[in-house]
C-alpha cells in the first residue's frame, strides 16, 4: 500500500493567516492526490484533486501545487469556517489512502 | 444534486455481519465508481472498496477476506456486508461516489455517514 503522510498533525492559526499544509506520499503518485475538508460531525468534503484543480464552487483561497511524491495544500487567507481537518488521499492506484489528517485550530 | 443515503442497523454483535446499504439520489448509478469508506471515532478515513455500475468490484487486501460490494442498478442502490465483525470495526460509515473523469478519479459526493457500533 503507498503510505500517506501528512504534516504537521495539527496547528494554530488566526483568521487571515496563510497556512500550508504538506503530503508525502511513500512511492511516486504523479498527481494522483486529493485533498479534502471534514468539519466535526460531517462527511469529508472535495477540495482539490489531481493535485491542483478546484473542485467546483470552492473558494479560491484553496489552492493545491506538488508532483511526484510532495504536495502542499495552501490556504491563503484563513476564514473563520476554514477550521477544521484536512485530509490528503492518493488514486493513484487501489487501494486507496488517506494522510493521517492535519488539524487546524483557531489561535 | 446527487445525494446518497446510508442505511442499515446501528448496533451489531461481535462475530455477525455488518450490512449497510446505500441509496443514489439525483443523478445517475451508471458509468461511476460506488465506495465506501469508515471512520472509527476520533480517527482517520479507511477505504473499503469499490462497486462499479457493472459490477466489478475492488477490495482493501487489509479486509478482502471479510467484505462483500454488490450493487442493484434498477434501485439504484449499493451495498456493503462485513462478516465477522469486531469491535475494531466500530466507525462512521460512508457512502461515497468515486468519479473519474480525465483520468483523474476522485471522491465528489458523500453520505452523510452512519455510525455502526459493535458491542454485544
Known amino acids: 500500500d503507498i503510505q500517506m ?12 493567516d496563510r497556512v500550508t499544509i504538506t503530503c508525502r506520499a511513500s512511492q511516486t503518485i504523479n498527481n494522483y492526490l486529493n485533498w479534502y475538508q471534514q468539519k466535526p460531525g460531517k462527511a469529508p468534503k ?13 473558494p479560491s483561497r484553496f489552492s493545491g501545487s506538488g508532483s511526484g511524491t510532495d504536495f502542499t495544500l495552501t490556504v491563503s ?5 476554514d ?6 488521499q492518493q488514486s493513484y492506484t487501489p487501494p486507496r489512502t488517506f494522510g493521517q489528517g492535519t488539524r487546524v485550530e483557531i489561535k | 444534486q446527487v445525494q446518497l443515503q446510508e442505511s442499515g442497523p446501528g448496533l451489531v454483535k461481535p462475530s455477525e455481519t455488518l450490512s449497510l446499504t446505500c441509496t443514489v439520489s439525483g443523478g445517475s448509478i451508471s458509468t461511476y465508481y460506488w465506495t465506501w469508506i469508515r471512520q ?3 480517527k482517520g478515513l479507511e477505504w473499503i472498496g469499490y462497486v462499479y455500475y457493472s459490477g466489478s468490484t475492488g477490495y482493501n487486501p487489509s479486509l478482502k477476506s471479510r467484505i ?6 434498477s ?13 475494531a470495526d466500530t466507525a462512521v460509515y460512508y457512502c ?8 483523474w478519479y476522485y471522491f465528489d459526493y458523500w453520505g452523510q455517514g452512519t455510525l455502526v457500533t459493535v458491542s454485544s
Do not use: H, M, W
Open chain 2, 40 to 42: 472509527p471515532p476520533g
Open chain 1, 5 to 16: 503522510t501528512q504534516s504537521p498533525s495539527s496547528l494554530s492559526a488566526s483568521v487571515g
Open chain 2, 75 to 87: 434501485k439504484k442502490q449499493f451495498s456493503l456486508k462485513l462478516s465477522s465483525v469486531t469491535a
Open chain 1, 77 to 81: 487567507s484563513l476564514q473563520p469556517e
Open chain 1, 46 to 58: 472535495l477540495l482539490i484533486y489531481a493535485a491542483s484543480s478546484l473542485q467546483s464552487a470552492v
Open chain 2, 96 to 103: 461515497v461516489r468515486d468519479n473519474y473523469s480525465s483520468n
Open chain 2, 68 to 73: 462483500t460490494i454488490s450493487v442493484d442498478t
Open chain 1, 83 to 88: 477550521f477544521a481537518t484536512y485530509y490528503c
